[in-house]
């Protein structure tokens, strides 16, 4: 039997399921870049709004690759499960808010007419760093970017989401149609106002009267989502079937824990967020910083030193107490003093759960999938922070490590002279940094930090943070990654 709208009734009873008639629902979200993290987070949500009667916000969902979400959820009509895990157990819940899952390449013309439907009111985004074709040390359009060159020629059969946006609002402005509010829910550093820094200068790269409309019209709140969700195996899908009685081609993996922050701009209208557990607020920028810094940096560390160390999981190298000494001492001492939280936020508590949440045995979250795109993460993740501790003239060893650790795992071979899988935009320029330093880790260093779109020019002209990070690259190498762990576990 296949999960599917004619199988919901023969679900065993403890599995949760659509709490509304989807009949009923019509769309008004269109999700550009569905994935696990989407499928965990922003339609969970949606899924409740819709469980609470507003039966108008419907999500239609849109892959700008890949065919492979679609082929796995159109035969269960949309539906798939979510199993949230923890160290207690697993519960199961099929959900129904994504109504459709469409294929952008197959059909580009469809994807932006959709788009420019009056009825579509809200546009979320999880495309990756990457997705935004931006420079990641500036936060500005890449106008040189493959897929904007393509788009700015051919606007209406667009590669890059930034080119579908804007090809939807073209025909929206033409029309007389308002906008819809676009909302980033990927871990980019004020990721709306990033958004919206690249649509308008991409509109206005279009025209200048289109620029001018996306400019003063278009709302791109910032929003922070905190969720992990570790990629989907073949052991889950066994699993989860054998609990459903049914197949589901594509569940997706959680944790218990949940939280979106979101700027409360929409314009044009948007569901009750607040009352299935969003946070809306005035500002997101705090939270950001906060999970940015704490988690993702937290995250990143792990990631890198964790696989270097022989850990394939985030669960697996926490339980290592270096690396859960070192985690901490990070985040209290050279995170933390970074933060600016509004009154009564409980920073201590946040970080306690985020070791127990990295401690769960459940997830199997993989640190190479943590490590995929670095290039893209470095500056949200721990540049920002060191660039305020140099600026408070504050120590930045541990996070310098984190870096290192970064340089380490791009050399693409681990301590056993195994080759490593190195999945990053940058890559081939990595290879080349690598292979002209021969093996010289101060020219490893020096390359990679030469690299503009990362470090920018500001890091690798000061010795503050060039010293500490071919200092710490020095010990990896030297001393290997769990010695040199361990030593800076204990402040040695």
Request: overall charge negative.
């Amino acid at each position: 039997m296949r999960l599917a709208a004619a199988t919901l009734d023969a679900l065993p009873p403890a599995v949760a399921r659509p709490a509304y008639d989807r009949a009923g629902v019509t769309p008004g979200v269109i999700h550009l870049g569905i994935g696990a993290f989407h499928r965990a987070h922003q339609a969970v949500y949606l899924d409740d709004i819709l469980a609470r009667g507003e039966t108008d916000w419907g999500i239609v969902a849109a892959s700008l690759r890949s065919a492979d979400t679609r082929d796995a959820l159109a035969p269960q009509d949309g539906l798939y499960t979510i199993a949230v895990r923890s160290a207690a157990g697993e519960s199961l819940r099929v959900i129904g808010a994504v109504g459709e899952v469409l294929v952008a390449p197959e059909d580009p013309e469809r994807l932006i007419a959709l788009l420019a439907d009056p009825q579509i009111r809200i546009v979320t985004l999880t495309v990756t760093e990457k997705g935004y074709c931006h420079n990641p040390a500036t936060g500005t359009l890449d106008e040189n970017h493959p897929d904007i060159l393509h788009d700015l020629k051919d606007l209406f059969q667009p590669k890059s989401a930034i080119g579908y946006l804007v090809a939807a609002l073209a025909g929206r402005f033409s029309a007389g149609t308002p906008p819809f509010t676009i909302v980033s829910c990927d871990n980019l550093p004020s990721n709306g106002k990033t958004l919206k820094r690249v649509l308008d200068r991409f509109a206005a790269l279009v025209s200048p009267e289109l620029g001018a409309w996306v400019a003063d019209e278009v709302s791109c709140p910032c929003s922070m989502v905190d969720r992990i969700v570790p990629a989907t195996t073949e052991e889950d899908r066994a699993r989860v079937a054998a609990a459903l009685g049914a197949e589901d081609a594509w569940p997706v993996m959680t944790e218990p824990f949940s939280q979106w922050v979101l700027e409360d701009r929409f314009p044009n209208g948007r569901p009750d967020f607040g009352a299935v557990g969003v946070q809306l607020v005035e500002d997101v920028e705090p939270f950001e910083h906060m999970k940015l810094r704490l988690l993702n940096g937290a995250h990143s560390t792990i990631a890198y030193l964790g696989y270097l160390a022989g850990y394939p999981t985030v669960s697996e190298t926490i339980a290592d107490r270096n690396f859960a000494r070192l985690v901490r001492a990070l985040m209290d001492e050279e995170v933390t003093p970074t933060l600016a939280m509004p009154e009564g936020t409980d920073l201590a508590g946040y970080k306690d759960a985020l070791i127990e949440r990295f401690s769960n045995p459940a997830l199997k979250h993989r640190t190479w999938q943590i490590a995929m795109d670095g290039s893209q993460k470095l500056p949200q993740r721990l540049l920002g922070t060191i660039r305020d501790r140099l600026a408070a003239e504050a120590s930045i060893d541990r996070l310098a490590l984190a870096v290192a650790g970064w340089m380490r795992y791009v050399t693409g071979t681990d301590e056993n002279g195994d080759p490593i899988d190195i999945r990053d935009p940058m890559a081939a320029r990595f290879a080349d940094v690598i292979t002209e330093a021969d093996g010289d880790s101060h020219q490893i260093a020096r390359g990679l930090m030469a690299i503009r779109e990362i470090f920018g020019s500001d890091l690798p002209a000061d010795p503050r943070f060039t010293g500490p990070v071919i200092e710490a690259l020095d010990r990896l190498f030297e001393s290997g990654v769990k010695a040199t762990v361990a030593a800076a576990a204990h402040g040695r």
